[in-house]
């Protein structure tokens, strides 16, 4: 069987400032020195897989700047193949703007740059011939999401989406879908949506699984003291892809997940923060 994971979507470079709270509407604070890290969601799921062991293919775009060159070496750093990643002339690398508070809680809004150019065409044909499981979010252009679901699909691949940010969902998209991943928020937002197998993420509460006809299983989270929780949500995604591509169950993806998930609350940024398996294995005592 392969184990390869494709994932498809955004490259962003984080532009992150430390506050001590968030300010209101219209409020100026003082806050750290700028940092700028390698972000997006979909390179941060690629990274969390790769540093962890997995073989993992970023499709996605990436301006000709100095930030692309931060995104490409920082996934492929993680082992993961970035031939498939696009670098568009004359367009910015994605952006995204990111406070931290002083509970390691965050905002984000995102710039979509080289992530918004990125279409159907930017597919490769045979992309998905070795995949076992395909990793999708909604940061790029949802034509582009829904053609590698077609494809994927077509050529039976797992499809695992993730609904972040969330927004309006095509019932195609869902029908596509293999594997559900979301926040309380947004399964709440989204209602009854059919998809068989589902992962609801709850934060510090752990995650539900839903597999099919089974009794839904509540993971619990593993204990942390926040430092940054930016990425974790990826770092996650990240994780599951990896084991249910090496043939895990979906609760036994998510038990594993929920420890990738809170090793990266422990560290500021979102790749910078994700866990090799030794360093796994030592933060767990496993
Ligand atoms: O989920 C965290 C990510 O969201 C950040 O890295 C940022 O780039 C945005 O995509």
Do not use: W
Not at 272 to 282: G, N, V
């Amino acid at each position: 069987m392969t184990d390869t994971i494709v994932i498809v979507g955004s490259l962003n470079a984080d532009l992150v400032v430390r506050t001590e709270r968030f300010p209101q509407p219209g409020e100026t604070l003082h806050g750290s020195d700028l940092a700028t890290l390698p972000g997006g969601k979909s390179a941060n799921q690629a990274v969390a897989a790769g540093r962890l062991g997995g073989t993992v293919r970023m499709v996605g775009a990436v301006g000709d700047d100095g930030n692309g060159t931060l995104l490409r070496d920082s996934v492929a750093a993680s082992g993961a193949d970035t031939t498939h990643v696009v670098v568009r002339p004359d367009t910015a690398t994605g952006t995204a703007v990111i406070t931290v508070d002083g509970r390691g809680e965050n905002t984000i809004v995102i710039s979509g740059g080289a992530n918004a150019t990125f279409s159907p065409a930017d597919l490769p044909a045979d992309v998905f011939h070795d995949a076992a499981v395909l990793g999708l979010c909604l940061e790029v252009p949802m034509d582009a999401v829904l053609a590698a679901a077609r494809a994927a699909h077509a050529a039976g691949v797992t499809v695992l989406t993730n609904l972040s940010p969330f927004g309006a969902v095509p019932p195609e998209l869902l029908e596509l879908t293999d594997v559900l991943l979301v926040n309380e928020h947004e399964a709440a937002a989204l209602g009854d949506h059919g998809v068989q197998r589902s992962i609801v993420t709850r934060g510090g509460d752990g995650s539900v699984v839903h597999d099919g006809d089974a009794q839904p299983v509540e993971v619990p989270a593993v204990p942390v003291d926040a430092v940054d929780t930016t990425g974790c949500g990826d770092a996650f995604m990240g994780a599951v892809a990896l084991r249910l591509a090496a043939g895990d169950s979906l609760v036994e993806a998510a038990r594993f997940a929920a420890g990738v998930g809170a090793y990266a609350a422990t560290g500021a940024g979102a790749q910078a923060s994700y866990p090799t398996t030794a360093q796994l294995e030592a933060f767990l005592g496993t």
